[in-house]
């Protein structure tokens, strides 16, 4: 029998609970109201980094706002003006995110499968604001109050 430490079994608990509250949260801004979209399948592995490793410096809110903010944009602008095949297109794009996440100092990973998203389902740019601006806005409040208030970690990092 595998014996898993404490101390995993509550962190694992913690994320899981946080995670389900706040894609809750999205889920039922989306779906409840009239307000918009607020979802974002990428938001999901945000979760993990932010509920899970929120000392890490991808779960740094200047990280997850403009990391997802810079790759959907990406993604929408290659799927507008770039006018190649569909496999070539999302390469390129996934690969230019990922080059301008690095260079400008906001790597979040799970923000690198975006331009696929906005590429596949053919995004506009309203599609920057709802989900993407103001769901990353809503994680954000939702891991400042969960990580610094309730669980007292130093998040986020200064």
Do not use: D, R
């Not at 014996?3 to 809750?24: C, D, E, H, N």
């Not at 979802?39 to 706002?65: R, Y």
């Not at 906005?118 to 809503?138: F, Q, R, W």
């Amino acid at each position: 029998m595998i014996k898993i430490p404490k101390a995993i079994i509550t962190k694992s608990i913690i994320a899981g609970l946080f995670s389900t509250v706040t894609i809750g949260a999205l889920t039922l801004l989306t779906y409840q109201t009239t307000l918009g979209l607020f979802l974002a399948a990428s938001f999901g592995s945000s979760m993990v980094v932010l509920f899970g490793f929120p000392e890490s410096p991808f779960a740094q809110p200047k990280n997850v706002f403009f990391g997802h903010l810079l790759t959907a944009l990406v993604g929408v602008v290659f799927a507008k003006y770039i006018p190649l095949p569909i496999y070539i297109t999302i390469a390129l794009a996934v690969g230019c995110g990922v080059f301008l996440m690095i260079l400008l100092n906001v790597v979040h990973p799970p923000a690198g499968g975006n331009p696929i998203v906005m590429i596949v389902g053919g995004a506009s740019y309203e599609y920057l604001i709802h989900p993407i601006m103001t769901g990353c806005l809503i994680i954000l409040l939702f891991a400042i109050v969960i990580n610094k208030f309730l669980l007292k970690k130093n998040y986020p990092l200064k």
